[in-house]
């Protein structure tokens, strides 16, 4: 096996530069991983956050919904992918359930950090998980929030759908982004929500937000490895691939990387109105 390229050392991002980040206007450029190989192959094309989500039960193990994914399966995943990184920031998902109440949450958050050598947690939902939130990051655990189209909702929500359109959504959304800053979260994923809607969110709070299907006014994007690089079966409108201009794994990475830092990605096509 050949291991990947030694990139040009770049200082290990932390979780505050993520903020500095925002204030001077620099795109955090964030992927899915779930193996070291495919981790190097991210961090040597200069991704900025790399992130263990639970994507990986729809992607990997190939079930309908995340829901399945376990926190011992996070923690093998994470650690592996942590294996292949030397500067990129790694975030690993909160599985469905492992948040139900903030004590749960903080022994999957240790384990998380001690075991799978994530910097930070990624949390669905704002309401009962604001008290999830402020529990974490007062005992040391740094957390992403994640609003708009939570995947782990697919029941309540009934579908993957684009979240936020109508007055009253778009005003909740705005409050629970407020709301997830207060309590303590360092950044923010908003999925499949209106672009307009996201650069307002984006505007109206201090933390970064990283959006998928949210425009191109969030201060990163985030995306779906194997959707970057056309695994999927059927292509979601937010995703674009990227393989085809970067002719290879490593250069499709960097082609996303060079498009989200240039703003040419994601253009108003792969947006919602
Ligand atoms: O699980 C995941 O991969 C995610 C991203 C889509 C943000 O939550």
């Known amino acids: ?26 795109p955090i450029v964030a992927l899915t991983a779930y193996d070291a190989g495919f981790a190097a192959v991210l961090d040597a094309a200069g991704v900025d956050l790399v992130l263990v989500g639970d994507s990986l039960g729809m992607v990997v193990q190939g079930e309908a919904s995340t829901l399945p994914v376990t926190v011992d399966q996070i923690v093998y995943h994470s650690a592996a992918v942590a294996r292949g990184l030397r500067s990129a920031l790694l975030v690993a998902d909160m599985p469905f359930g492992a948040d139900a109440t903030p004590e749960r949450a903080l022994d999957a958050g240790l384990r998380l950090l001690k075991e799978g050598r994530a910097a930070m947690v990624k949390i669905e939902g704002a309401g009962v998980k604001l008290e999830t939130i402020r529990f974490l990051v007062e005992r040391e655990i740094p957390v992403c929030a994640h609003l708009g189209l939570t995947p782990q909702s697919v029941h309540r929500l009934g579908g993957y759908k684009v979240q936020g359109r109508e007055l009253a959504a778009a005003e909740r959304l705005k409050a629970e982004a407020q709301a997830v800053e207060a309590a303590g979260a360092s950044a923010l994923v908003l999925e499949c929500v ?32 194997h959707d970057l690089l056309g695994l999927g079966v059927r292509r979601p ?6 393989l085809q201009d970067g002719g290879s794994i490593a250069g499709a990475v960097r082609a996303y990387a060079e498009a989200v830092r240039s703003r040419a990605f994601p253009a108003a096509e792969h947006g919602y109105a």
């Open 1 to 26: 096996m050949y291991a990947a390229e030694a990139p040009p050392s770049r200082p290990a991002l932390t979780v505050p530069e993520l903020r500095r980040m925002k204030q001077d206007g620099r």
């Open 194 to 225: 209106p672009s307009s809607l996201a650069a307002a969110i984006t505007r109206e709070v201090g933390i970064p937000t990283i959006g998928i299907g949210a425009g191109a006014d969030c201060d990163g994007q985030v995306l779906v490895l």
């Open 237 to 242: 409108r937010f995703v674009k691939d990227f």
